[in-house]
């Protein structure tokens, strides 16, 4: 079993910037891949940045590309994404989630995630 807590969520000015942070804890942090996905109000959750266990792989939506960076710390136990120059279309809850992942392969599909977090809110004015 693996516990994931986020933090770092809130209100925002449009073009700024949050950082995110996901603790883990239970079993081992290594071996599995790390995703944020993301769901807006009335609609489906969607894939933001996943990164493998190594660090070595990362893997981005097209709508975060150049303005979202997924980082690891095994030592801690923890994600992160930086989120900079924050759209309005940015505004959703934000959650964490654990992929028994230990080849690497790093995929997107939410359903292949088996620990989730509550989710953190992040809401971007204009």
């Known amino acids: 079993q693996v516990q994931l807590k986020e933090s770092g969520g809130g209100l925002v000015q449009a073009g700024g910037s949050l950082r995110l942070s996901c603790a883990a804890s239970?079993?081992?942090?290594?071996?599995?891949?790390m995703g944020w996905f993301r769901q807006a109000t009335e609609k489906e959750r969607e894939f933001v940045a996943a990164i493998s266990w190594s660090g070595g792989i990362t893997k981005y939506a097209d709508s975060g590309k150049g303005r979202f960076t997924i980082s690891r710390d095994n030592a801690k136990n923890t994600v992160y994404l930086q989120m900079n120059s924050l759209k309005p279309e940015d505004t959703a809850v934000y959650y964490c989630?654990?992929?028994?992942?230990?080849?690497?392969?790093?995929?997107?599909?939410?359903?292949?995630?088996?620990?989730w977090g509550q989710g953190t809110q992040v809401i971007v004015s204009l």
């Open positions: 239970g079993r081992t942090f290594s071996g599995y891949t």
């Open positions: 989630a654990a992929d028994l992942d230990p080849l690497g392969i790093v995929v997107v599909t939410s359903s292949n995630y088996r620990y």
